[in-house]
């Protein structure tokens, strides 16, 4: 069974920082593009930054130039390093994975989700 594993959520003040974590373990198949989502209470998900296996990367205009994905394919983990955090940030984030078997058919993977809240 396909785990994605979060952590690096937490309490942080506006301004500051964190680094999101995801890790995939227990899949046999190759990991195309992996993603953060974020939701609040009462909203729909939201892309936040996707990167693909080449490490091509887009974002959500509200955090371009202060979030940066990246990826470890040996580790089959990626990350999120948010800087410059602000209130409006506060969510729930979720690593979401993109897995392809041998005859590239996708399989979709979400993670449990982590919380972020920016709070002083």
């Known amino acids: 069974q396909v785990q994605l594993v979060e952590s690096g959520g937490g309490l942080v003040q506006p301004g500051g920082s964190l680094r999101l974590s995801c890790a995939v373990s227990r899949s046999s198949f190759s990991i195309n593009t992996m993603g953060w989502y974020r939701q609040t209470p009462g909203k729909q998900r939201e892309l936040v930054a996707t990167?693909?296996?080449?490490?091509?990367?887009n974002y959500a205009d509200s955090v371009k130039g202060r979030f940066t994905i990246s990826r470890d394919n040996a580790k089959n983990t990626v990350y999120l390093q948010m800087n410059s955090l602000a209130p409006e940030d506060t969510a729930v984030y979720y690593c979401?994975?993109?897995?392809?078997?041998?005859?590239?058919?996708?399989?979709?993977?979400w993670g449990q989700g982590t919380q972020v809240t920016v709070s002083s």
């Open positions: 990167i693909t296996s080449r490490s091509i990367t």
């Open positions: 979401n994975a993109d897995l392809r078997d041998s005859r590239w058919s996708r399989h979709d993977y």
